[in-house]
């Protein structure tokens, strides 16, 4: 895949210049026009060393890609740099408004149409697979609030497209009060003119939060299976069947599909690796590696890995049990703490949740949640409170250390979850502890907050494919930073160039960064693309630090969709700004090798 990308850097695209709009422009057939010429190689060199990112504090969830080192299988069947190129103030009106409601590139979204092709990112040997035809049928629910229309419908025919009809028994869209007049209005009309198979569409008449979403999306469904996924997922190839296998086996089997990540920034799908669900002592959900015990086993890396916990969004499980097993908390509001509820449930009461490696579903990762709850409440903590009360026994102090303000904190009535506990004869939390999650460390009951468990493993580097000089052909001038290239935040100017100046040295790697002198990445800012480019840390998820050099000497930014260009190019301060890119000289580049 690294030649693919290096390939496709150096290539210029099909699209005719500015003018062109980008609407129906087949995502397939990018096919590189020639052959790269030998010096656009990759030369070996080393980056910046970076340390692993510290553990969030919580709010929302990590891709798995996280805090591990594979390489992901960059998916090459929609890469395309120029996908969210600006061709005027309406598309870049709906690339900043899209990034304010939603979080991630709608302009990209609504080109990529309700229909695409994903990679497949399976194992080779998931492939030789048969499935039985006599699995049970399923009922797909999917809940949103204020989604993106593109990002619903894409999921929706995602699953319409990649599934048998035989196995596909509804699709169960819950709309949880979207305050989106035109989302309503766009959604009722596209289901009224395309009659979507199987798919009843439930309005809540206030705003239920989805947890007790996917509760009324459930008690809709008539399906064998229920299978949960959020409003922006792309299911992959055969994603179903191996899902449902191991539920018609044992029906107190529940399973998550491996979560492959569509990046925010580009909705490029790329494929995770197989990692498990844990937490830690804040009640966060976490990504944790396998251990190699799970690993073993005659059907290798195919077969199912017991997690113990699961990442909430996407699973699947039968109907019935799923009621018996006391669906979810009705306590709970809005958004989190559901998802290690059901997986503590799940392991203590009986049950148990796996991992299907051979099904993939991918899930546009965003870097904040758009919405808050109607009160502002932090919900987290509520939703948190309730499931520490209920299952975590004398364990629950583990979270009271680390967050103390919470021990007065009220937390609602819990009368029914405590009964529903005695009544499955549910386990005990240190069974769970002992027997699914011995990796957890426990210290004493009154231990101080304990310092959060990294997977401290220094990060593999992206190749370097180009180091030197970045000209402004127009001036001569060199790209530099104002003030202290280690500076964080401080601007780009071009200035005079000076040969024996390690500061005006820019690094172009694989993963179409820029990095000057070693040491911090040429970044925008992610919901105002009229601010002008800085240096920031880089964090190596691409998006607002992914440049590419391309058409005209123009150097593009996939995420703005816009070009870099020197504002005053008759000025002596050289100011740089995003602009449209339209090819004229302010606009051209060149990166010295
Ligand atoms: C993750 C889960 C998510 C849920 C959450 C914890 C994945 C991929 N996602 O967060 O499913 O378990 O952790 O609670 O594992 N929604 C509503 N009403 C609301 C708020 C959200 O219907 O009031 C919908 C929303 O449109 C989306 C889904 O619920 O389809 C999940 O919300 P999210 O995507 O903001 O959560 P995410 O992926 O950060
Ligand atoms: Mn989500």
Known sequence: ?????????????????????????????????KPIPKKFYPRFTRGPIRKPEPQKKGGKIGNPLGNHEQDPVKGDIDFSPEMGMIFNEHDQEVRDLGYQKHAFNVLISNRLGYHRDVPDTRDTKCKEKSYRSDLPSASV??????????????????????????????????????????????????????LLKNTKLVRNEKREGLIRGRMIGASHATGKVLVFLDSHCEVNEMWLQPLLTPIREDRKTVVCPV?????????????????????????????DLVPLSELEGPEGATAPIKSPTMAGGLFAMDREYFNELGQYDSGMDIWGGENL????????????????????????FRK????????????MAHNSLRLAHVWMDEYKEQYFALRPELRTRSYGNITDRVELRKKLNCKSFKWYLDNIYPEMQVSGPHAKAQQPVFINRAQKLPKIIKRGRLYHLQT?????????????????????????????????????????????????SETRSSDPPRLMKCHGSGGS????????????????????????????????????CDGSLPQQWHLES
């Open 476 to 524: 001569n001038k060199c790209l530099v930073a104002q003030g202290h290239p280690s500076q964080k935040g401080g601007l780009v100017v071009a200035r005079e160039c000076d040969y024996n100046d390690q500061n005006q040295i820019w690094m172009y790697n694989e993963d179409h960064e820029l990095i000057l002198n070693n040491l911090l990445c040429l970044d925008v």
């Open 545 to 580: 630090q992914q440049w590419t050099f391309g058409k005209n000497n123009r150097l593009y930014q996939v995420s703005v969709g816009q070009c870099m260009k020197v504002v005053d190019p008759l000025s002596y301060k050289g100011y740089v700004t995003m602009a449209i």
């Open 259 to 287: 979560i492959d990540i569509i990046s925010a920034d580009t909705l490029t799908y790329s494929s995770s690796p197989v990692v498990r669900g844990g937490f830690n002592w804040g009640l966060h959900f976490k990504w």
């Open 341 to 364: 509820e059901i997986s503590f449930r799940i392991w203590m009461c009986g049950g148990r949740l796996l991992i299907i490696p051979c099904s993939r579903v991918g899930h546009i």
């Open 141 to 194: 629910v999917i809940c949103f609030y204020n989604e993106a229309l593109s990002a619903l419908l894409r999921t929706i025919h995602s699953v319409l497209d990649r599934t048998p009809s035989y196995l596909l028994h509804e699709i169960i869209l819950v709309d949880d009060n979207s305050e989106f007049a035109d989302l309503k209005k766009d959604l009722d009309e596209y289901i009224q003119k395309n």
């Open 368 to 379: 904040r949640r758009p919405y808050g709850s109607p009160g502002g409440q932090d919900t």
């Open 1 to 33: 895949t690294s030649v693919t990308w290096t390939l496709l850097l150096f290539v210029y695209f099909n699209f005719s210049e500015e003018t062109h709009s980008f609407k129906n422009v087949p995502v397939k057939g990018l096919e590189p026009q």
